[in-house]
C-alpha cells in the first residue's frame, strides 16, 4: 500500500479530483437513486469519471463510495450489499489510477444526528468499520473521511477507520463563513477545535471539502496553520458559492479563476487541492497546471 505522505515529505503539491456526484448526474443519475449503487450497475461510467481526473492531472481520486455506510444504504434497502458497493468503488477508482496514483476511500456522514438521539454510537462506529475494512479490501491507498460536522460522528468514523485497517486516514469538515467573520461547523465547532478533534482520534491529514470557494479555504488553510505546522492539510474547494437561478443549483467559479488561488493555497500550507461541488475534470486541469508550475 502506498503512502502520500513520502510525496509530501519530498515537498510536492499533491492535485486531488474534483465533484462526483454532479458528473454522475450529467451521466444520467436520477435523482432519489443510489449513487453508490452504479459500481454494480454501471461500472463503465463510474469508471470514466474517474479516469478523467486521471487524465486532467489528478493524483489522488476518491471512491464513488461517500454514502456507503449501511445507516444510509438502509433508505435504499442496499443495506446488506454494504460490503460489496465499497470494494466495487475501490476496485473501479483503483483501475482508473493504476500503480503510479494514489486512491482514498471516501466516507462521508451517516446522516444522523447523534446529539438528539438519533441512532447510537455503537451503530455509527460498526459501520464505518465495515466500510472501511471493504474500502481496504478492494485496495485503496488511504481513507478520507469527509464532509464532517459532528465531533462525535468524525471521531468515531477516525477511530473506526485505525481499528479495521492499516490505512493512513484524512479527516475534513464543512465551514461556514459567520457574519462576523469566523468559521464554524454547522454543529458549532470553530477550525481549531475540529482539528484538534480530528488529530486526537488519530486523522494523519486534516483539511476541508466543500462548503467555500477557493478563497474561504485559503482563509481555512491559514487558520489551521497558526495552530499546525506539520500535519498534512487536504482542501477541496467549491466552485465558487452556489447560487439558485432558474430552477437550478449554479457554480460560477471558472477553472481559470480556481486555478488562479492556487499559489494563494499552498503559500497559506496546503499539501492535497482538489475540487468538491461543481468542479470538473477542466478545474482538475487548470489546477494540476498551475501547480505544477509553481
Known amino acids: 500500500m502506498k503512502s502520500p505522505f513520502s510525496e509530501i515529505k519530498k515537498g510536492h503539491i499533491l492535485i486531488s479530483d474534483g465533484a462526483w456526484g454532479t458528473e454522475l448526474h450529467k451521466r444520467g443519475l436520477k435523482p432519489g437513486e443510489c449513487p453508490e449503487n452504479w459500481n454494480l450497475t454501471h461500472h463503465d461510467d463510474v469508471y470514466a469519471i474517474a479516469k478523467g481526473y486521471i487524465d486532467a492531472g489528478s493524483d489522488i481520486i476518491l471512491t464513488n463510495s461517500f454514502g456507503a455506510n449501511p445507516i444510509k444504504l438502509k433508505n435504499y434497502n442496499l443495506e446488506e450489499k454494504v460490503v460489496e458497493l465499497n470494494r466495487a468503488a475501490a476496485m473501479i477508482s483503483r483501475e ?3 500503480d503510479t496514483h494514489f ?13 438528539t438521539g438519533d441512532g447510537s454510537e455503537d451503530e455509527v462506529y460498526e459501520g464505518y468499520c465495515i466500510q472501511a475494512k471493504a474500502l481496504a479490501e478492494g485496495g485503496v491507498d488511504a481513507l478520507c473521511i469527509e464532509t464532517m460536522s459532528d465531533p462525535v460522528e468524525a471521531s468515531l468514523a477516525i477511530k473506526a477507520a485505525k481499528a479495521s485497517t492499516s490505512c493512513e486516514v484524512a479527516c475534513t469538515f464543512v465551514f461556514n463563513k459567520s457574519l462576523s467573520g469566523d468559521f464554524h461547523t454547522m454543529m458549532g465547532l470553530s477550525v481549531d477545535d475540529a482539528m484538534n478533534i480530528a488529530r486526537g482520534a488519530g486523522a494523519d491529514i486534516i483539511g476541508s471539502n466543500c462548503g ?4 474561504g479555504m485559503v482563509e481555512i488553510v491559514g487558520l489551521i496553520r497558526k495552530q499546525d505546522n506539520s500535519t498534512p492539510i487536504l482542501v477541496q474547494a467549491n466552485a465558487g458559492l452556489p447560487i439558485f437561478k432558474d430552477g437550478e443549483t449554479i457554480f460560477r467559479e471558472t477553472p481559470e479563476q480556481m486555478a488562479g488561488k492556487a499559489a494563494d493555497l499552498i503559500n497559506a500550507g496546503a499539501n492535497i487541492i482538489g475540487g468538491c461541488c461543481g468542479t470538473n475534470s477542466e478545474h482538475i486541469r487548470a489546477l494540476a497546471k498551475a501547480v505544477r508550475k509553481i
Open 96 to 98: 482508473a489510477a493504476g
Open 103 to 115: 486512491v482514498f476511500g471516501s466516507m462521508g456522514p451517516t446522516g444522523l444526528m447523534l446529539c
Open 212 to 215: 467555500n470557494g477557493i478563497d
